[in-house]
């Protein structure tokens, strides 16, 4: 779960030093490998399982981590994640036979239980997602990283390379689009993942990674559950671009200079060894953080010991390849290598996620077997661009498989990988009923063209339709989280029903959660007849006033106009008068921070109908007496159908 022992490079000794232990890892990992250190006669099995935490009865973030953790001391193994409403547990490694797929399951249950049991009186409930529907961009702050020396930094470490510019942009588009500036790196604390883990022996590390690669794309399409990024419907699967966006510190230049992003899918098919990637990433990104605790590797080497390669874990843990080369030592001494497998979302359910486990690792053992090497079927460029089209599209993804076939994600997984799993699952001797549970959801799932991030969208574009965005998230989530108590799987949930979300308390939310953000705005030296025409043709009763650089100068009103043309008729003549000379010149305005409580407050004490929301002094929104009546329409609805009820 991550070298925690870690801390900012401060100085050019420090560098230099760090370095030197992570070329003598490097020579030292070499050495074991053509000296036949390693552990290549058992394979195991491990994951790590990340959650959300939700308060209970606003559904929105419970930055409440530390707290939590508070109370399991006793408990090692559950730890903190990069921000304060995130956990994550690690499961025991297996090994990979017998019913090590329903034993894990049952752990995670356990252990989820364990967590949820021990921080009830937090107010505070678990959701397994991808994405948490009710994150806010606010939420994403540093002031909610989780207060450890290592996330810190990280954090300083990232942002020291940004270049030419002091901000992260983040632009995804998908059904609705996301154009968003961030200043730090904490847009990644999004992200919440099942990361699978398979011992792979050296000798079989190269086929084995290159496979992981092929199948990266399938596994996601079948498995995508992160639709939904601060209520916008964008990607199937967010996590692949959000990730890589928020943490990319590249900028444009006038040149074609390629360089890789520090998250990244690779650049080619693995060649020999192991080595490879861990040579490739230390050519190509440069070193962020310095391990604590020193080691020489090589002295280690020497004096017949196997070295923790402290240098390099630090280094491979802030480069982040979605199949991620993984090095350990089991628990009899000796060194084990591992491909991690990070391309899976969080959710919906523990069974779901186990199932998209025995998914992944019975089509690793099965493509081994069938095909071996990979690389003389299917090209690195197909397999990169069906990653990319399967982050997008999800289940809806038409792939170049091997032999160059054009296939659908459903039937690529039930005509063709589904049997090769079972067979890859029957070949480690896996437990024959666990292998028909796991498989009969993945082809259900297909079949119903069914997974977590389809039933969202399905389900947060039906709410939309009758209610505000924000009640839309809230009522989403709370259903999710009733269908993972289920435990029924994802291709078994209903649709859920706004009445099914028994408290709903917004006032003590953020106007930006409610404002309306599609603006319709006019400039100073715009003619009147320009925004009354416009006001009445989007029937809207307040336009903002912008200067060229978005800035917020004005407001028109309903009213204003009405007053204007009611003088012009008086008079007989029409008088030509632009913007500038009716607008509100310094209207009344709210942070985007503000509650709608307090909004509602000012509007009433002020005797206004609108309220623009504005940063910095730019527009990023507004909020109007119609935002307060829907809200309010939507409470009365409630609490008649609670008297019924």
């Given amino acids: 779960m991550g070298e925690q022992k870690v801390s900012i490079l401060s100085d050019k000794k420090q560098m230099h030093r760090f370095v030197r232990n992570l070329l003598k890892d490097v020579e030292a990992l070499e050495y074991m490998l ?29 930055c409440l981590a530390v707290e939590a953790l508070e109370r399991m001391e006793d408990l090692d193994w559950v730890e903190t ?28 249950r356990t252990n989820l239980n364990t967590i949820q049991e021990r921080i009830k009186d937090l107010n505070t409930e678990i959701v397994l997602t991808g994405i948490l529907p009710t994150l806010q961009k606010y939420d994403m702050g540093m002031h909610n990283l989780t207060p450890k020396k290592r996330y810190f930094a990280l954090m300083e470490a990232i942002n020291k390379q940004l270049v030419e510019r002091n901000a992260y942009d983040v632009r995804l588009q998908g059904v609705d689009e996301l154009l968003v500036r961030h200043d730090s790196p904490m847009i990644e604390a999004c992200n919440t993942s099942f990361q699978v883990h398979l011992q792979v022996a050296p000798d079989n590390f190269k086929d084995y990674y290159n496979i992981s690669q092929a199948l990266a794309a399938p596994i996601m399409a079948i498995a995508a559950n992160s639709p939904l990024v601060f209520g916008k419907r964008l990607w199937h699967e967010s996590r692949i671009a959000l990730f890589q966006q928020s943490l990319d510190t590249r900028t444009t230049h006038d040149h074609l200079r390629e360089r890789s992003p520090r998250v990244n899918f690779g650049n080619d098919w693995l060649k020999e060894s192991i080595l490879e990637i861990y040579k490739e990433d230390i050519a190509r990104f440069r070193v962020l953080i310095s391990g604590d605790v020193e080691e020489d590797s090589y002295k280690a080497i020497e004096r017949g010991e196997v070295p923790k390669l402290r240098a390099l874990q630090v280094h491979n843990s802030t480069v982040y390849r979605w199949n991620r080369p993984c090095y350990g030592i089991s628990e009899n001494g000796k060194p084990h290598l591992r491909i991690e497998n990070r391309v899976l979302a969080a959710g919906p359910t523990v069974q779901d996620e186990m199932a998209n486990a025995a998914f992944w690792l019975g089509a690793m053992i099965g493509m081994a077997d069938k095909y071996g090497d ?14 990319g089209k399967a982050a997008k599209y999800g289940i809806d993804t038409k ?55 389809r039933w969202m969208l399905r389900a947060y574009t039906r709410l939309r339709e009758t209610t505000t965005d924000n009640e839309a998230l809230t009522t989403l989530t709370a259903a999710m989280i009733e269908n993972q108590k289920s435990g029924k799987p994802v291709h078994k949930w209903e649709l859920p029903e706004l009445n099914m979300l028994k408290k709903y308390r917004p006032s003590k939310l953020r106007v930006e959660e409610f404002m ?74 709210i942070s985007p921070e503000t509650t709608l409580l307090d909004a509602l407050s000012i509007m009433k004490e002020k005797k206004i109908g609108s309220l623009p929301v504005v940063k910095d002094n730019e527009l990023m929104g507004i909020i109007t007496e119609s935002e307060f009546l829907k809200i309010t329409g939507r409470l009365m609805r409630r609490l008649e159908d609670e008297e019924q009820g």
């Fill in 34 to 62: 053509e000296n036949d250190w390693f552990e290549s006669d058992i394979t195991r099995i491990g994951a790590e399982q990340e959650m959300c935490l939700v308060d209970k009865d606003t559904f929105q973030p419970a």
């Fill in 81 to 108: 994640e990069l921000a304060k409403f995130n956990l994550e547990i690690g499961a025991t490694p297996l090994e990979f036979k017998g019913k090590c797929l329903s034993k894990m399951e049952k752990e995670i």
């Fill in 374 to 387: 990979v690389t003389k079927r299917m090209s690195f460029s197909d397999a990169r661009d069906n990653f």
């Fill in 399 to 453: 792939f170049t498989w091997l032999d160059d076939k054009k296939i659908t994600a459903v039937d690529l997984v039930v005509k063709k990988l589904i049997p090769i799993a079972t067979a890859g699952l029957k070949k480690m001797k896996v437990n024959e009923a666990d292998i028909k549970r796991y498989m009969k959801i993945i082809r259900k799932r297909a079949e119903k063209h069914m997974n977590g991030a």
């Fill in 516 to 589: 309306e953000r599609d603006l319709f705005t006019v400039e100073p030296n715009d003619i009147v007849e320009l925004v009354a025409d416009m006001m009445d043709w989007r029937k809207i009763r307040y336009t903002p006033v912008e200067n060229g650089k978005g800035k917020l100068v004005g407001l028109v009103s309903s009213r204003l106009l009405l007053r204007h043309f009611t003088n012009q008729y008086k008079v007989g003549k029409t008088k030509n008068l632009l913007v500038k000379d009716i607008m509100i010149k310094e209207p009344i305005t």
